[in-house]
T-cell receptor
Framework: GDSVTQMEGPVTLSEEAFLTINCTYT??????LFWYVQYPGEGLQLLLK?????DKGSNKGFEATYRKETTSFHLEKGSVQVSDSAVYFC????????????FGQGTTLQVKP | GAVVSQHPSRVICKSGTSVKIECRSL??????MFWYRQFPKQSLMLMAT?????????EQGVEKDKFLINHASLTLSTLTVTSAHPEDSSFYIC??????????FGPGTRLLVL
């Protein structure tokens, strides 16, 4: 079945460091890919998405490129801030689906000043 | 952005009792709502999908008689955990989707069954 695998956390970085959180997926067809972020005490928020191969999603300085050849959707940010500390979830939904999301296990990011 | 609320945020109950969790879309009409369960340090697992005015569709392995879902209006869905037991203790999260594809998530409800 469809699945999403994320790198294990927690990831601890200093402010202004470069961030990469790896995400790979297994799915039939052409899924849409998402990154969600969950700040402490809050619900999940959509960070960015890509709906077809080679699309790049971007938001708030974060980027991820849909790579069909490597079935990956790695999240990157050039310079993290303390306020980026949160749990990040990679997810997919299959094309033509009712909207059911399949999530990775989540990666906790902690940014220290 | 769109806001989804959940109530209560936290509930403690005795084994054998039933607990109702509400999920509301505050500023949009949600034709579809989803209920997830999240175990500590694990991912969100979809439990069921509910469309307004129709029966919920449960994922494989989820007991529909134990987790009753009602989606009676375009802004409200409820999840009732019936005859709760300690193994039902978890973090329950709902999401709502309107006319667009994006799902908006509630802040979650932590259930502890003693």
């Amino acid at each position: 079945g469809d699945s999403v695998t994320q790198m294990e956390g927690p990831v601890t970085l200093s402010e202004e460091a470069f961030l990469t959180i790896n995400c790979t997926y297994t799915a039939t067809g052409y899924p849409s890919l998402f990154w969600y972020v969950q700040y402490p005490g809050e619900g999940l928020q959509l960070l960015l998405k890509a709906t077809k191969a080679d699309d790049k999603g971007s938001n708030k300085g974060f980027e991820a490129t849909y790579r069909k050849e490597t079935t990956s959707f790695h999240l990157e940010k050039g310079s993290v801030q303390v306020s980026d500390s949160a749990v990040y979830f990679c997810a997919l939904t299959r094309s033509g689906n009712t909207g059911k999301l399949i999530f990775g296990q989540g990666t906790t990011l902690q940014v220290k000043p | 952005g769109a806001v989804v609320s959940q109530h209560p945020s936290r509930v403690i109950c005795k084994s054998g009792t039933s607990v109702k969790i509400e999920c509301r879309s505050l500023d949009f009409q949600a034709t579809t709502m989803f209920w997830y369960r999240q175990f500590p340090k694990q991912s969100l697992m979809l439990m069921a999908t509910s469309n307004e005015g129709s029966k919920a569709t449960y994922e494989q392995g989820v007991e529909k008689d134990k987790f009753l879902i009602n989606h009676a209006s375009l802004t409200l869905s409820t999840l009732t955990v019936t005859s709760a037991h300690p193994e039902d203790s978890s973090f329950y999260i709902c999401s709502a989707r309107g006319s667009q594809e994006t799902q908006y998530f509630g802040p979650g409800t932590r259930l502890l069954v003693l």
